[in-house]
């Protein structure tokens, strides 16, 4: 996979040399380029953004500097042959960062992310580019950062690490949270390691008893109880057929019940009346 990031801040993007990311590019895998939007600036301040039209606080991102930079990129990738292309534009304004959309980018074979700045990028770079490869405005939250540079290292990350041959193991993110499958809408749940008790507390028993069935749906269980704790509308929003037997009786324990009549409105279960929350 090969990974343009184009920012006026390149060394923000250092830690793409460390850990898992780091060791993918090292050996090959993760094929990365960090560009300077400075250098495409043609004044002697190196300006890159100017006030917005109609008026308001802040400043807006110059079209030329970014048209002009992508334009470098997209051709020095199709000469490498690097095909299919996919602009990534971090913005709070965007759909939300999902494990189902890593795994969606994770197969494309190269992206293109441009972190922006100040109150954001001029829109029509954004209209211009999509008329020619897949432009994917994404937010990893409900909250505004001073850049997109974060992101770009949070969605990489995300990205990389579900790539052939990155995680030591490659089974290692099948029981993650919202892993595809049956954990599309769960919570994974506690872990535990050596030494069996530490400080006086013990971990659970069943961990010990090496039934793997019995450990398997002990793990499901824990899921759902940090799932309807912390995330209550990921349940919320699950279709019954998800779940098992065993699924709705630890989810009726916990006060959740089928809810037929929410499905025209996304809704798929309910807390049980008179269950407090």
């Known amino acids: 996979m090969r990974l343009d990031v184009v920012t006026i801040f390149p060394e923000y993007l250092e830690p793409l040399n460390v850990s898992l990311v780091g060791k993918a590019r090292a050996r090959g895998q993760l094929n990365v380029h960090v560009h300077d939007l400075r250098g495409w600036t043609y004044d002697r301040h190196n300006t890159v953004d100017d006030t917005p039209y109609g008026g308001g606080p802040g400043m807006v991102m110059k079209t030329d500097p970014w048209g002009d930079a992508l334009d470098t990129v997209l051709a020095d990738g199709y000469e490498s042959g690097a095909h299919a292309p996919a ?47 897949p432009v994917y405005e994404v937010s990893i939250g409900d909250y505004v950062l001073a850049g997109g540079e974060a992101a770009v290292l949070v969605v ?17 993110h099948r029981d993650d949270s919202f892993a595809p499958g049956a954990m599309a809408n769960l919570l994974e749940g506690p872990v535990y390691t050596k030494p069996p008790v530490w400080r006086g507390r013990d971990i659970p028993e069943v961990l010990l008893s090496g039934h793997h069935g019995k450990i398997a749906r002990w793990r499901r269980d824990e899921a759902l109880k940090r799932t309807t704790a912390n995330r209550p509308d990921l349940i919320e ?12 009786e630890m989810l009726s324990i916990l006060g959740w019940e089928p809810d037929p009549a929410g499905e025209p409105y996304g809704r798929f279960w309910r807390r049980a009346e008179g269950v407090e929350e």
């Open 237 to 248: 929003r699950c279709d019954p057929k998800a779940f098992d037997k065993k699924d709705r």
């Open 156 to 172: 990489t990350e995300a990205v990389a690490r579900l790539l052939p041959g990155v995680l030591g193991n490659a089974e290692s």
């Open 87 to 133: 602009l990534i534009v971090p913005t709070p304004s965007g759909r939300p960062f999902t494990q189902e959309l890593a795994v969606e980018l994770s197969e494309r074979p190269w992206l293109i992310f441009t972190p922006a700045r100040y109150e954001g990028i001029d829109r029509r770079v954004m209209d211009e580019y999509a008329t020619r490869l």
